[in-house]
């Protein structure tokens, strides 16, 4: 595997569910990131990670649980989703050095919440 | 308040074309600029960035130029190929480790 990975690629689920959605980096890159893209909105960042400690949250509600156990993964817990949740969700990573500012995208998790 | 606006929805080239897509941002303190390329079902992908030392960065087919005193940046891509059609984001760094993104160009090239 290069790059970044995501699984699942698509994710349908009930607003009583919990589910996890996983990334992974291959890249050497300390820091990982978690965004929301909605149909016809830019991305908004949720969370950010820097050598495993999470260093931004950026007013992401609690449903949304992030989890970094090492520097090359990274988990967004769900639970009790509302409809408005529905987004693509994307991950990415960068090298988290200074003047460095390209971040490199996984393919993202489609989330449907029903 | 978006900081980096992209204000054409979408974009229609003929091949072999320029395409050129826009983005105006409102902070002056904003020193770097990314272009991102992103293809449906799959995440963005860096193609491009600037240095505000700069004015013009090219990469292949692939140029971007930054206008300082008008807040605005552009990306040229010439010739356009029907490859390059997907939606486009500028972005800038807000600190060390937030990007904030306009909200995408879709451009369609045309064969």
């Known amino acids: 595997e290069t790059g970044v990975t995501q699984t699942p690629r698509h994710l349908v689920m009930g607003m009583t569910n919990k589910k996890s959605l996983k990334c992974e980096q291959h890249?050497?890159?300390?820091?990982m990131y978690w965004y929301k893209q909605s149909a016809k909105k830019p991305l908004e960042l949720m969370f950010v990670?820097?050598?495993?400690?999470?260093?931004e949250n950026n007013s992401v509600p609690s449903r949304f649980s992030p989890e970094c156990p090492n520097s090359s993964h990274l988990f967004l817990h769900l639970h009790t989703l509302q409809p408005e949740d529905s987004a693509l969700y994307l991950c990415?990573?960068?090298?988290?050095?200074?003047?460095?500012?390209?971040?490199?995208f996984g393919p993202g998790t489609r989330l449907t919440v029903t | 308040d978006q900081q980096v606006k992209q204000n054409s929805p979408s974009l229609s080239v003929q091949e072999g074309r320029i395409s050129i897509l826009n983005c105006d941002y409102t902070?002056?303190?904003?020193?770097?600029f990314l272009w991102y390329k992103k293809y449906p079902a799959e995440g963005p992908t860096f193609l491009i960035s600037?240095?505000?030392?700069?004015d013009k960065n090219e990469d292949g087919r692939f140029t971007v130029f930054l206008n300082k005193s008008a807040k605005h940046l552009s990306l040229h891509i010439v010739p356009s190929q029907p490859g390059d059609s997907a939606v486009y984001f500028c972005?800038?760094?807000?600190?060390?480790?937030?990007?904030?993104f306009g909200s995408g160009t879709q451009l369609t090239v045309l064969p």
């Open positions: 990415a990573s960068s090298q988290d050095a200074a003047g460095v500012y390209e971040q490199y």
């Open positions: 972005a800038a760094p807000l600190s060390a480790r937030q990007l904030t």
């Open positions: 600037i240095s505000s030392i700069k």
């Open positions: 990670y820097s050598l495993e400690e999470r260093v």
């Open positions: 902070n002056s303190m904003f020193d770097y």
């Open positions: 890249l050497g890159h300390n820091a």
